[in-house]
């Protein structure tokens, strides 16, 4: 079993930032990728961004690409979302995810194991 814990979220003005971490912990594997995911009111949970358990790649979406980078520390298992340049369009709640052995394409990332999500409000 693994433990996804994130935390960071808050509320912000639109052009701010914010700092999101996960933090895993249990039985992380060798190979694995992780990434975060953000679910808006009445939307579907969408992909934002994945990393390998290497760091070798990353995958970020369209939507936020030039905004939001992803990155992680490998003695942690920790990953982190630093989003910049936050719009309104940003809010929802953002869940940390995790799928091991690692899919062939980060954009496919769907592992079993999710945190709890932390909630992202950007005011106008």
């Known amino acids: 079993q693994v433990q996804l814990v994130e935390s960071g979220g808050g509320l912000v003005q639109a052009g ?4 999101l971490t996960c933090a895993a912990s249990g039985r992380t594997s060798s190979a694995y990728a992780m990434g975060w995911f953000r679910q808006a ?5 969408e992909l934002v961004a994945a990393i390998n ?4 790649n990353e995958y970020i979406a369209d939507s936020v690409k030039g905004r939001f980078t992803i990155s992680k520390d490998n003695t942690k298992s920790t990953i982190y979302l630093q989003m910049n340049n936050l ?3 940003d809010t929802a709640v953002y869940y940390c995810n995790a799928e091991s052995p690692p899919p062939l394409l980060l954009i496919t990332l ?7 999500g932390t909630r992202v409000t950007v005011s106008s």
């Open 87 to 89: 719009k309104p369009e």
């Open 53 to 56: 358990w290497n760091g070798a």
């Open 110 to 116: 769907s592992g079993d194991y999710w945190g709890q």
């Open 41 to 45: 009111p009445g939307k579907e949970r």
């Open 16 to 19: 701010g930032s914010l700092r």
